[in-house]
């Protein structure tokens, strides 16, 4: 589906996977829309709630958290990716906490010269 750039497909598909299925399925899902604008970013999110629930805010923060844990080398190989995966976490209020704690993190690591190991 998002070879093909069916992403309005993606949340309907996922709404019928098991748990430990629709999580990676989705992660995979919010990396592979980081290539796409905002707005179809927050389209496929708006849709994602319709389908998929309480689930997508879950989804959105484990997605920003994994990709900040996993960030390893220099800040300045990695700063877009996690800021991008930080942007999943602005589109409900519920969330703006975990985005203003990744946002500082990223800033944390700029300030103190850019290796997180």
């Given at each position: ?15 019928h ?29 708006t ?61 944390r ?9």
């Amino acid at each position: 589906l998002m070879d093909t750039e069916q992403h309005d497909l993606v949340p309907v598909y996922a709404a019928h996977l098991r748990e430990t299925s629709l999580d990676l399925t989705y992660m995979i899902f919010l990396d592979e829309m980081m290539k796409y604008s905002l707005v179809e970013q927050q389209k496929c999110y708006t849709l994602a709630c319709k389908y998929l629930g309480e689930s997508v805010p879950r989804l959105a923060c484990k997605y920003a958290t994994k990709v900040m844990q996993e960030a390893c080398g220099p800040i300045e190989d990695n700063a877009e990716h996690r800021a991008n995966a930080a942007l999943w976490l602005c589109y409900e209020e519920s969330m703006y906490h975990s985005a203003l704690q990744h946002s500082i993190a990223l800033c944390r690591d700029f300030s103190l010269g850019g290796l997180n190991y």
